[in-house]
């Protein structure tokens, strides 16, 4: 992996941890204060200046009551991460809401070709 693709990824994954962060009503003082780490290392984190490591992520993955996965996979380019993803956000919706935004995805997919 190239220095490009690792502040691609470290980026992604800051994005992931930062969207669970605001989700969980969560301020980076209180996941600092919880991981035993000053403020500054969350922001890093969250700019995707350093990537967690291994512990670390399963660390946030339990202050997010979520799994680690689910961070990485938040965080990834892989087809089948962001088809398991899209699974996620679509399996709370109603029947007309999830054909909503089936229809828009295909819409945009079909024009994005054309391009």
């Known amino acids: ?14 994005r992931a941890i930062a969207k669970q962060r605001v989700r969980c009503n969560l301020t980076q003082e209180e996941v600092a204060e919880r991981l035993g780490v000053g403020n500054e290392a969350v922001s890093r984190i969250e700019r995707g200046r350093v990537i967690p490591n291994i512990v670390r992520l399963i660390e946030l993955a339990e202050i997010f009551n ?50």
């Open 1 to 14: 992996m190239n220095k490009t693709e690792q502040k691609r990824l470290a980026a992604s994954i800051g």
């Open 66 to 115: 979520c799994e680690a996965a689910e961070l990485l996979g938040q965080a990834s380019f892989h087809v089948d991460d962001q088809s398991s993803r899209m699974k996620q956000l679509l399996a709370p919706l109603n029947q007309t809401d999830r054909k909503l935004v089936i229809d828009i995805v295909e819409n945009l997919t079909t024009r994005l070709q054309k391009e």
